[in-house]
Nanobody, 121 residues
């Protein structure tokens, strides 16, 4: 059973930073890419970025490039999303998932609870 536990969200002011964690289990973590998604209330889920099996290799949504960084620690079965210079538009629930997902993640039947990120003054 594939499982994800996302953590690290919270309330921050614009320009602030957060680091999200994704603890994964139920599969051989090091053999798969990890995708980060987010979904704001009333909006569709969107793919934020992906980190491939090789740590340090990632692809990010254009709107977060230069602000967000994805990393992973295969020994701990954990992926991270470092978010800097946060904007109100980044407010959403953030999720992770296994593999290189589609833009909306419709192919996934499994999701963690996500972690809420709220950017507001």
């Amino acid at each position: 059973q594939v499982q994800f536990v996302e953590s690290g969200g919270g309330l921050v002011q614009p320009g602030g930073s957060l680091r999200l964690s994704c603890a994964a289990s139920g599969f051989i973590f090091s053999q798969y890419s990890v995708s980060w998604y987010r979904q704001a209330p009333g909006k569709e889920r969107e793919l934020v970025g992906v980190i491939l099996q090789a740590a340090g290799t990632s692809n990010l949504l254009d709107s977060v490039k230069g602000r967000f960084t994805i990393s992973r620690d295969n020994a701990k079965n954990t992926a991270f999303l470092q978010m800097n210079n946060l904007k109100p538009e980044d407010t959403a629930v953030y999720y992770c998932n296994k593999g290189y997902g589609s833009k909306s993640g419709y192919e996934y039947s499994y999701w963690g609870q996500g972690t809420q990120v709220t950017v507001s003054s």
